[in-house]
C-alpha cells in the first residue's frame, strides 16, 4: 500500500495531489436502522458500541455519534417522536438524550438479555423482547419510562417485535413460530406454526390492512391474515437468512434482504383476480444488487430505501425503476481523521484504537521534456514518479476498550497529542532517532478530553471540552505544557460543537454546531470576544474553513450551498444556488481547502469527487460594502447579501472512492487520503456467490 503524486490543473499552475491509499479502517458492521420523522433523523447502531444520528433534512451526513458503554452495543432501536430508546444484550433499556448524547434513562426490565423493541402508533408504550421469552409492556408517557405489564412467557428468545396499527395487538417472531398478542391483557390471541420448528423468524411488519408479513432462516417470506391466523401466501425470497424487511408509507411497496445472497428485493402489491373473486398479492418488482455481503436492516424513507448490514456501508438506493442512483457512505469516523506536520511532511491517521505516523513520499525531479503545460482543464491528471515512498514510523496503540475520538500532530513535528472518551494524552515528539515521550508530571488539570485539538501556529494548544463545550488554551514551552485560559463557547453553541476552525494567525475563531448555529469569536488584546452569528440557515453545516490571511470564512451546507462571508465588513462575498454540484443532492461536501495565493479558488470534496471550484469574477470587496451599505438603507436589515457577491463555477471534477480527507501541504501540494472499496472490505470473509445458469 503505497501512496501516489499526481498533478492536477488549476488556474495559476499545477497542484501536486498526494493521494494516500494505506489508511484502511476495519468494517463496522449497521445491525438496526431507525427514523424519527419528525426531526430528520436516522439512527443507526454498529457492532461497535456507538450509536450514529445522520441529519436527513437535506443531503445526509453524520451529525451526532453516541459512545455507548464498552462491550454494550445496541442491538435493536426505535424513536417515539424526537425521544431514542435502545436496547442490548447486556439487558439495559435506554432512553438518549440526543442532545448532550448522554442516557437520560436506564432500565433493565428482566435481568436477561433484550434483543427486541418497538413503540406503539400513539407513542406512549413501548414493548421489549428477551432472551427468556418475556416481552415487557412499558409506558413512557409524561417524559417517564414506567413499567405498564409483563406477558404471559413465551418459549424462545423475542428476536422481533411489531405492534398493529391500533396499538392493541402485537405480534412477535421467534424460533418456529409467529405469535399474535392482546395488548391489554397481555396473552396470545394466535400462534402461527412454521413448516419447520427450527426456523427463526429474523423480521416481522405488521400492516393496516391487518395481515403480518414474516421473513425467516430458510429464507421464505411469509404472509398471514391476523384476524384469523391462516397463511395468505409464503414465497422464498433468499436462499438463506431473510434478516430485514421494510414497507413503504403506502404499504403498496415490501422490500426485503438479508444473507445469501445479499441482494435488496422489492415486490409491488398488486390486485389479482380469479373469477368472481378479487385478492392482493405481493409479487416480484425490481431488485438491487447494493452488497456484497449481508444486510441486517432495511428502512423506506420517501421511497429511498436504507440498508446497512456487515460492511458498515450506508447504502441509499430507491424503490421505484425510474431511479437507480446508488450512493453508499462508508463507516468512517466522525471528525478529522489526519492531521498535517507542513514542515516535516508528516502524516498522522487516526484510527478507533491507534495512531499511525507516516513520512509522505517525495517525488522524483522532473527532466524537460515532461514538463508540459495543461491542454485539459478539466479533469486532467498525470501520475508522478515516487523518488521516496512513503514510510511508515510509529504506531501508537491505547487499550482496545479506548476509542480515540481526536489526534493531532503540531505543525512543527515536535508534539502529538491525542483524547480518548476518558482521557487527554500529550506526548514530545523527537527526531533522529524517532523518540515520543509521553508528559506525566506537572500537567494542568485543565488538559481534560477533548473532540477537537487544535495546534495553532504561534506554538499553542486549543482543545474542545464536548462536555460543556469550554475551549481551553495552553503554551508549549519546551517538554512543557502551560494552561492560559478557557473560552465559554456555550452561551452561542448549546448543542454539540461539529465544526472548529481557528484562522492561521490565531486572531478567529469558528465553531459550527448541531443545530445550524454558526458563531464567530474575535481576539481583543488577550482575551476572544464573541463577534456574531452568521444568519442562520435552514440546513446543517458540513464544512467550515478560513482564508490564511484574509478575514472570511467559507461555510458549505447539506444542501450543497456554499458561502463566504467578510468578518471585518459583515457581508457575504459569495453565495452559490443550492447543488451547485450536481452529486451533492447524494453526498454532501465535507471539506474545504482554500489556495492562500489565489482567493477566488475554491478545493472542496465529497465522499467520491475533488472538486475545484472558481469565483465567477475578481472579487472586489470594497465595491460589496458599497451595494451592502445602501441594501442595508433600502431595506433596514443589518445582516445581508451583498448585491454585487459573486457565485462559483465549476473548472475540475476528480474521481475519489471514499475520499475521507483533504488538506493542504503547501501552496502547490495536496493531500487526499481514501479508503478503495476493496481494501475497506479485505477483512471480511468472501463474498457470497451464486452459480448462475450456464456458468462453471
Same mark, same amino acid.
Given at each position: 500500500?503505497?501512496?501516489t503524486?499526481?498533478?492536477e490543473?488549476?488556474?495559476?499552475?499545477?497542484h501536486q495531489?498526494?493521494?494516500?491509499?494505506?489508511?484502511?479502517i476495519?468494517?463496522?458492521?449497521?445491525v438496526?436502522l431507525?427514523?424519527?420523522?419528525?426531526?430528520?433523523?436516522?439512527?443507526?447502531?454498529?457492532?461497535t458500541p456507538?450509536?450514529?444520528?445522520?441529519n436527513?433534512?437535506?443531503?445526509?451526513?453524520l451529525?451526532?455519534?453516541i459512545?455507548?458503554?464498552p462491550?454494550?452495543?445496541?442491538e435493536?432501536?426505535?424513536?417515539?417522536?424526537n425521544?431514542?430508546?435502545?436496547?442490548?444484550?447486556t439487558?439495559?433499556?435506554i432512553?438518549?438524550?440526543?442532545?448532550?448524547?448522554?442516557?437520560?434513562?436506564e432500565?433493565s426490565?428482566t435481568?436477561?438479555a433484550?434483543?427486541?423493541i418497538d413503540?406503539?402508533?400513539?407513542?406512549?408504550?413501548?414493548?421489549?423482547?428477551?432472551?427468556?421469552?418475556?416481552i415487557?409492556?412499558?409506558?413512557?408517557?409524561n417524559?417517564e #419510562?414506567?413499567?405498564?405489564?409483563?406477558?404471559?412467557?413465551?418459549k424462545?428468545?423475542v428476536?422481533?417485535i411489531?405492534?398493529?396499527?391500533?396499538?392493541?395487538k402485537?405480534?412477535?417472531?421467534?424460533?418456529?413460530?409467529?405469535? *399474535?398478542w392482546?395488548?391489554?391483557?397481555?396473552?396470545?390471541l394466535?400462534?402461527m406454526?412454521?413448516?419447520?420448528n427450527?426456523v427463526?423468524?429474523?423480521?416481522l411488519?405488521?400492516l393496516?390492512?391487518n395481515t403480518?408479513?414474516?421473513?425467516d432462516?430458510?429464507?421464505?417470506?411469509?404472509v398471514?391474515?391476523?384476524?384469523n391466523a391462516?397463511? #395468505?401466501n409464503s414465497?422464498?425470497?433468499l436462499?438463506k437468512?431473510v434478516?430485514?424487511?421494510?414497507?413503504?408509507k403506502?404499504?403498496?411497496?415490501?422490500?426485503?434482504?438479508?444473507?445469501?445472497?445479499?441482494?435488496?428485493?422489492?415486490f409491488?402489491?398488486?390486485k #389479482?383476480?380469479?373469477?368472481?373473486?378479487?385478492?392482493?398479492?405481493?409479487i416480484?418488482?425490481?431488485?438491487?444488487?447494493?452488497?456484497?455481503h449481508?444486510?441486517?436492516?432495511l428502512?423506506?424513507?420517501?421511497?429511498?430505501i436504507y440498508?446497512g448490514?456487515l460492511?458498515?456501508?450506508?447504502? *441509499?438506493t430507491?424503490?421505484e425503476r425510474?431511479?437507480?442512483?446508488?450512493?453508499?457512505?462508508?463507516p468512517?469516523?466522525?471528525?478529522?481523521?489526519?492531521?498535517l506536520?507542513?514542515?516535516?511532511?508528516?502524516?498522522?491517521?487516526?484510527?478507533?484504537?491507534?495512531?499511525?505516523?507516516w513520512?509522505l513520499?517525495s517525488?522524483?525531479?522532473?527532466?524537460?521534456d515532461?514538463?508540459?503545460?495543461?491542454?485539459h482543464p478539466?479533469g486532467?491528471?498525470e501520475?508522478l514518479?515516487?523518488?521516496?515512498?512513503?514510510?511508515?514510523?510509529?504506531h501508537?496503540n491505547?487499550?482496545?476498550r479506548?476509542f480515540?475520538q481526536?489526534?493531532a500532530?503540531?505543525?512543527?513535528?515536535n508534539w502529538?497529542?491525542?483524547?480518548?472518551?476518558?482521557?487527554?494524552?500529550?506526548?514530545?515528539?523527537?527526531?533522529d532517532?524517532l523518540?515520543v515521550?509521553?508528559?506525566v508530571?506537572?500537567?494542568p488539570e485543565?488538559?481534560?478530553p477533548a473532540s477537537? *485539538?487544535i495546534?495553532?501556529?504561534?506554538?499553542?494548544l486549543?482543545?474542545?471540552?464536548?462536555?460543556?463545550n469550554?475551549?481551553s488554551?495552553?503554551n508549549?514551552?519546551?517538554?512543557?505544557?502551560?494552561?492560559k485560559?478557557?473560552?465559554?463557547?456555550?452561551d452561542?453553541c448549546?448543542?454539540?460543537i461539529?465544526?472548529?476552525?481557528i484562522?492561521?494567525?490565531?486572531?478567529y475563531?469558528v465553531?459550527a454546531s448541531?443545530?445550524?448555529i454558526?458563531?464567530?469569536?474575535?481576539?481583543?488584546?488577550k482575551?476572544y470576544?464573541?463577534l456574531?452569528?452568521?444568519p442562520r440557515?435552514?440546513?446543517?453545516?458540513?464544512?467550515?474553513?478560513?482564508?490564511?490571511?484574509h478575514?472570511r470564512?467559507?461555510v458549505a451546507?447539506a444542501?450543497?450551498?456554499?458561502v463566504?462571508?467578510?468578518?471585518?465588513?459583515? #457581508?457575504?462575498?459569495?453565495e452559490?444556488?443550492?447543488y451547485?454540484i450536481p452529486?451533492?443532492r447524494?453526498?454532501c461536501?465535507?471539506?474545504?481547502s482554500?489556495d492562500?495565493?489565489?482567493?477566488?479558488?475554491f478545493?472542496v470534496h465529497?465522499e467520491?469527487?475533488?472538486y475545484v471550484l472558481?469565483?465567477d469574477q475578481?472579487?472586489?470587496?470594497?465595491?460589496?460594502v458599497r451595494?451592502s451599505?445602501?441594501?442595508?438603507l433600502?431595506?433596514?436589515?443589518c445582516?445581508?447579501?451583498?448585491?454585487?457577491?459573486?457565485?462559483?463555477?465549476?473548472?475540475?471534477?476528480?474521481?475519489?472512492?471514499?475520499l475521507?480527507?483533504?488538506?493542504r501541504?503547501?501552496?502547490?501540494e495536496?493531500v487526499n487520503v481514501?479508503i478503495?472499496?476493496n481494501?475497506?472490505l479485505a477483512?471480511l470473509?468472501?463474498?457470497y456467490?451464486r452459480?448462475?445458469?450456464?456458468?462453471s
Amino acid at each position: 500500500m503505497t501512496n501516489t503524486a499526481k498533478k492536477e490543473p488549476q488556474e495559476r499552475g499545477k497542484h501536486q495531489v498526494h493521494n494516500v491509499r494505506f489508511y484502511t479502517i476495519k468494517p463496522r458492521g449497521i445491525v438496526s436502522l431507525a427514523y424519527s420523522k419528525s426531526s430528520k433523523c436516522l439512527a443507526f447502531s454498529r457492532e461497535t458500541p456507538v450509536i450514529e444520528l445522520w441529519n436527513l433534512e437535506h443531503t445526509p451526513y453524520l451529525d451526532r455519534v453516541i459512545h455507548l458503554p464498552p462491550d454494550s452495543p445496541a442491538e435493536s432501536l426505535a424513536w417515539a417522536g424526537n425521544r431514542l430508546f435502545s436496547v442490548d444484550l447486556t439487558g439495559k433499556l435506554i432512553e438518549w438524550d440526543v442532545i448532550k448524547l448522554k442516557p437520560r434513562y436506564e432500565h433493565s426490565p428482566t435481568g436477561n438479555a433484550l434483543w427486541s423493541i418497538d413503540v406503539n402508533p400513539a407513542e406512549t408504550d413501548i414493548a421489549v423482547g428477551s432472551e427468556e421469552g418475556h416481552i415487557n409492556l412499558l409506558s413512557i408517557e409524561n417524559d417517564e #419510562i414506567t413499567y405498564k405489564s409483563l406477558f404471559n412467557k413465551q418459549k424462545g428468545r423475542v428476536l422481533c417485535i411489531k405492534f398493529d396499527k391500533t396499538g392493541t395487538k402485537l405480534v412477535t417472531g421467534t424460533e418456529g413460530c409467529v405469535r *399474535i398478542w392482546n395488548v391489554l391483557k397481555g396473552t396470545t390471541l394466535h400462534t402461527m406454526t412454521l413448516s419447520e420448528n427450527n426456523v427463526i423468524v429474523w423480521s416481522l411488519q405488521f400492516l393496516s390492512d391487518n395481515t403480518i408479513i414474516a421473513g425467516d432462516s430458510a429464507g421464505y417470506v411469509t404472509v398471514w391474515n391476523a384476524e384469523n391466523a391462516t397463511q #395468505i401466501n409464503s414465497t422464498r425470497v433468499l436462499d438463506k437468512n431473510v434478516f430485514a424487511l421494510a414497507v413503504n408509507k403506502k404499504e403498496d411497496r415490501l422490500v426485503c434482504s438479508g444473507m445469501q445472497p445479499p441482494l435488496i428485493r422489492i415486490f409491488s402489491k398488486a390486485k #389479482i383476480k380469479r373469477e368472481e373473486s378479487t385478492s392482493e398479492r405481493w409479487i416480484k418488482f425490481l431488485q438491487r444488487d447494493a452488497h456484497k455481503h449481508y444486510v441486517k436492516s432495511l428502512l423506506v424513507i420517501d421511497d429511498q430505501i436504507y440498508s446497512g448490514g456487515l460492511d458498515g456501508i450506508l447504502t *441509499i438506493t430507491s424503490s421505484e425503476r425510474r431511479h437507480a442512483h446508488l450512493s453508499q457512505h462508508a463507516p468512517f469516523l466522525k471528525g478529522s481523521v489526519a492531521s498535517l506536520s507542513i514542515s516535516k511532511k508528516l502524516l498522522l491517521l487516526r484510527y478507533p484504537n491507534s495512531l499511525h505516523l507516516w513520512r509522505l513520499g517525495s517525488v522524483a525531479p522532473q527532466t524537460e521534456d515532461k514538463k508540459k503545460p495543461w491542454a485539459h482543464p478539466v479533469g486532467h491528471t498525470e501520475e508522478l514518479l515516487l523518488e521516496q515512498p512513503p514510510q511508515k514510523l510509529l504506531h501508537l496503540n491505547v487499550k482496545e476498550r479506548n476509542f480515540i475520538q481526536s489526534a493531532a500532530i503540531s505543525p512543527d513535528a515536535n508534539w502529538i497529542c491525542y483524547s480518548t472518551l476518558k482521557e487527554l494524552r500529550i506526548s514530545r515528539l523527537k527526531s533522529d532517532p524517532l523518540q515520543v515521550e509521553r508528559l506525566v508530571d506537572d500537567l494542568p488539570e485543565e488538559l481534560q478530553p477533548a473532540s477537537h *485539538i487544535i495546534f495553532t501556529k504561534q506554538g499553542g494548544l486549543a482543545l474542545l471540552n464536548p462536555q460543556n463545550n469550554h475551549l481551553s488554551w495552553f503554551n508549549l514551552e519546551e517538554d512543557r505544557v502551560t494552561f492560559k485560559y478557557t473560552i465559554d463557547l456555550s452561551d452561542n453553541c448549546k448543542n454539540a460543537i461539529n465544526h472548529l476552525v481557528i484562522s492561521s494567525h490565531g486572531d478567529y475563531i469558528v465553531a459550527a454546531s448541531s443545530d445550524h448555529i454558526v458563531s464567530v469569536w474575535k481576539l481583543h488584546g488577550k482575551q476572544y470576544k464573541h463577534l456574531l452569528n452568521l444568519p442562520r440557515h435552514r440546513a446543517g453545516t458540513t464544512s467550515l474553513s478560513m482564508h490564511e490571511d484574509h478575514p472570511r470564512v467559507v461555510v458549505a451546507y447539506a444542501n450543497g450551498k456554499l458561502v463566504e462571508y467578510d468578518l471585518v465588513n459583515r #457581508i457575504f462575498t459569495c453565495e452559490t444556488d443550492e447543488y451547485l454540484i450536481p452529486e451533492t443532492r447524494h453526498y454532501c461536501i465535507s471539506g474545504i481547502s482554500l489556495d492562500p495565493q489565489n482567493p477566488n479558488i475554491f478545493i472542496v470534496h465529497t465522499e467520491t469527487n475533488l472538486y475545484v471550484l472558481e469565483r465567477d469574477q475578481h472579487l472586489d470587496t470594497k465595491e460589496l460594502v458599497r451595494s451592502s451599505k445602501s441594501k442595508k438603507l433600502s431595506n433596514g436589515n443589518c445582516s445581508s447579501v451583498a448585491a454585487g457577491s459573486k457565485g462559483l463555477s465549476l473548472k475540475t471534477l476528480l474521481p475519489r472512492q471514499h475520499l475521507v480527507h483533504v488538506s493542504r501541504l503547501s501552496s502547490n501540494e495536496l493531500v487526499n487520503v481514501s479508503i478503495s472499496t476493496n481494501n475497506l472490505l479485505a477483512p471480511l470473509p468472501p463474498p457470497y456467490r451464486r452459480k448462475k445458469y450456464g456458468a462453471s
